[in-house]
């Protein structure tokens, strides 16, 4: 028994994690009451509580803590990964700024040496130029440069179906547009030019010259698993059938391929199928926005032919990485940070219609020429 906190036996995990804080705060430099506080602490993690496992992998990762048979570093931030996996904020929050420092450690320092008169230029010297714009085009997208910063200006009309019959519909449709939202920001690209980039969304009530959100609805998800039933048990039939069972959510983005006038369709799906987890819808409608401004995946997924970017292979990713092949990056796990990196190849694709990738599907695809690149 503790008989501070009058502590039994079957004490909950909150109480000894709450406990364990109380310690940790107060033990000044009494060695004895900081290590009952980590004591406490790491009792109350394996039990199960998050908040616990958040202190605990934030000492590991600050060397307060040590770890037998793993490597400390990945070892605290898979668990992190893992905490903001499942919802936690502050894990979340944590981990955008740890490898946000970490980019910024490694590649702050680099300056384009063809930059000029503020107009931003790629890593040629080339000025970028971007007017894509019009009734066949669902994102509009517009660079200036107002007294000197380059501002990069989304447009798009976001049109809701499937979301008809929700109590909730205001919250489901708010959460999606915050998603999106979240690409708007200030970024360093195409070595260390400030580049500003803001989205603006309306949602009226029209198809034609917007993208279309889909939530997948009972309706929907019937419709679904009939047209996947139509390619059998071949690889289509096997991904269409993977999509439904595993409730993801995917942006379609073109009939061939991705191009700024393409159909821009997300589909939208909840874990429980009742649309009302805000945050992780959130985060999922920024991931499926990343692919309609013209990115591809990061992550692996045998499934989909993906083999995913093995670590070494550009710096810059290497900066996000947690495992050999997991990047904390809005394009690969959905809660992480939109990057530089990313950015840059939304220019490109802009700039250029065409998708931008980070890994190979076919043998003809091409990677992106902002990575590997030092921005």
């Not at 944590?94 to 384009?112: A, P, Q, T, V």
């Not at 000029?116 to 440069?145: C, H, Q, Y």
């Not at 915050?178 to 195409?190: C, L, N, P, Q, S």
């Amino acid at each position: 028994m503790d008989e501070n906190f009058n502590l039994t036996n079957e004490a909950t995990a909150e109480e000894l994690r709450n406990a364990g804080k109380y310690y940790l705060t107060t033990s000044g430099d009494d060695e004895s009451l900081r290590s009952k506080g980590v004591s406490l602490l790491i009792k109350a993690n394996t039990m199960g509580d998050r908040e616990a496992c958040h202190i605990v992998s934030r000492m590991i990762l600050d060397g307060t803590l040590t770890v037998k048979n793993a490597d400390p570093v990945e070892y605290a931030l898979t668990n992190l990964l893992c905490l903001a996996d499942s919802g936690d904020l502050q894990s979340r929050l944590f981990l955008n700024r740890y490898f946000s420092e970490k980019y910024e450690k490694s590649f702050g320092d680099i300056e384009n040496p063809y930059k000029k008169d503020g107009m931003l230029v790629d890593f040629e010297g080339e000025e970028i130029k971007i007017d894509r714009s019009g009734i066949l085009t669902p994102v509009d997208a517009v660079l200036t440069n107002e007294d000197g910063r380059n501002i990069l200006t989304f447009y798009a009309n976001i049109c809701f179906l499937g979301d008809e019959e929700m109590e909730n519909r205001y919250e489901y449709q708010s959460s999606v547009l915050d998603g999106f939202r979240k690409w708007a920001g200030k970024y360093e690209v195409f070595g260390g030019q400030e580049l500003e980039v803001r989205v603006n969304i309306t949602s009226e009530e029209r198809v034609v010259d917007s993208i279309i959100v889909l939530a997948a609805n009972k309706a929907v998800v019937d419709t679904w698993n009939e047209f996947a039933g139509v390619f059998g048990d071949t690889q289509k039939g096997e991904q269409l059938k993977n999509i439904s069972a595993q409730r993801r959510s995917f942006a379609g983005i073109g009939f061939l391929k991705w191009s700024t006038t393409s159909v821009k369709l997300i589909y939208m799906q909840s874990r429980d199928g009742k649309f009302d987890d805000y945050e992780t819808l959130s985060q999922t409608a920024k991931h499926e926005f990343g692919h309609v401004l013209g990115l591809g995946d990061l992550y692996d997924s045998p499934i989909d032919s993906y083999s995913g970017v093995e670590k070494g292979t550009y710096k810059e990713l290497d900066n996000y990485l947690i495992t050999d092949k997991l990047y904390h990056l809005a394009m690969c796990d959905n809660i992480g940070p939109v990057s530089n990196n990313d950015i840059e190849m939304v220019v490109l694709a802009f700039r250029e219609n065409k998708q931008q990738l980070y890994q190979k599907v076919k043998k003809r695809d091409k990677i992106s020429e902002a990575l590997g690149k030092g921005n």
